[in-house]
């Protein structure tokens, strides 16, 4: 088959190839997905687990990707839960290879059914920046309806699903970013909108029960003060190293999980909630997707066959 693959660690990106690779292997619990759309996250050739399988092993040459839109090909003895043909979206391991293929091999419990009325493009953009979202406001945040919640970032991949999420669930939103993504993040949903670039920000907003942060750095550092007493602060960028007044500070990694997939995916289908869609390559330009994709906006996909 045809994949995107590196040999060397020390390259990064500037050694991604397109190239012809063994079909995967389908294991206990997997299914071969024949790739239709796939994305990447721009820095995840810096990732330990890019690089080694579950026991620590070394297993260049690797393919990267872990967003996934396609139809399953091949069902491997002992799975269950999905059908030979169908349609399906999810988010792949971290220590196998990857997504930027013609096929992927992928544990059938990461991956959702996906309706036969939402395009693959769009698809394959949701379920990092979806479930990232849904996590760290429903699990980690545990965010009710009638609570406020502060984004920051709102206006990209992960901020705008987060935005659109806690809206939907009757919260009240106050995205953060730079002045000029205001309207944009208005039209997500947030009711209000403040900007980062403001010397002392923390002091323009009411306390909230919620900060969901992906930007980290000083924002992060600055967050806790915005929080009322026994709030939650939820970061995926970084550590947090200042607590809440009587509250949580939660730092995390999103997980593949269905449940959370089926919800996600159920919301895009009714139109509350869109990811953000920016340029859309073939598989032989993904290298260069690759090289170019830090600072443009909006989910780069890989449409694949």
């Not at 979206?89 to 990461?110: I, Q």
């Not at 979806?130 to 980690?140: E, I, K, M, N, P």
């Not at 330009?285 to 989910?299: H, V």
Request: charged fraction near 25%; include cysteine.
């Amino acid at each position: 088959m045809k994949a995107v693959r590196t040999h060397d660690r020390d390259a990064s990106v500037d050694g991604l190839v397109v190239e012809e690779a063994p079909y995967p292997y389908a294991g206990e619990g997997d299914v071969i997905v024949r790739v239709r759309a796939a994305c990447f996250t721009p820095d995840e050739l810096t990732w330990p687990a890019t690089w080694v399988d579950r026991g620590g092993r070394d297993r260049t040459p690797v393919i990267p990707g872990h967003e996934v839109s396609g139809e399953v090909a091949e069902i491997a003895v002992g799975t269950t839960g999905l059908s030979v043909g169908q349609r399906v979206a999810g988010l792949t391991d971290w220590n196998r290879d990857g997504t930027l293929a013609e096929y992927v091999a992928v544990e059938a419990r990461n991956l959702a059914p996906l309706p036969a009325g939402i395009d693959h493009v769009q698809a394959a953009a949701l379920p990092m920046p979806g479930l990232t979202a849904w996590q760290g406001l429903f699990v980690h945040g545990r965010l009710e309806a009638g609570q406020s919640v502060l984004v920051h970032g709102a206006a990209g991949g992960v901020g705008a699903a987060a935005t659109q999420l806690a809206h939907e669930a009757g919260a009240r939103v106050i995205g953060t970013g730079r002045g000029g993504s205001r309207d944009a993040v208005l039209e997500l949903g947030a009711e209000d909108f403040l900007d980062l670039q403001l010397p002392a920000w923390q002091e323009e907003v009411d306390r909230v029960d919620l900060v969901f942060d992906a930007i980290g750095g000083e924002v992060l550092a600055r967050s806790a003060a915005v929080l009322r007493p026994g709030g939650t602060l939820v970061t995926i960028a970084q550590p947090p190293t200042v607590r809440p007044e009587d509250g949580r500070a939660v730092y995390f990694i999103v997980v593949p999980d269905r449940g959370h997939l089926v919800e996600i995916i159920g919301r895009h289908r009714t139109g509350r909630l869109r990811p953000l869609v920016g340029a859309v390559h073939p598989l032989d330009r993904a290298p260069e997707a690759f090289r170019a994709k830090r600072g443009t906006a909006g989910k780069t996909v890989i449409r694949v066959s």
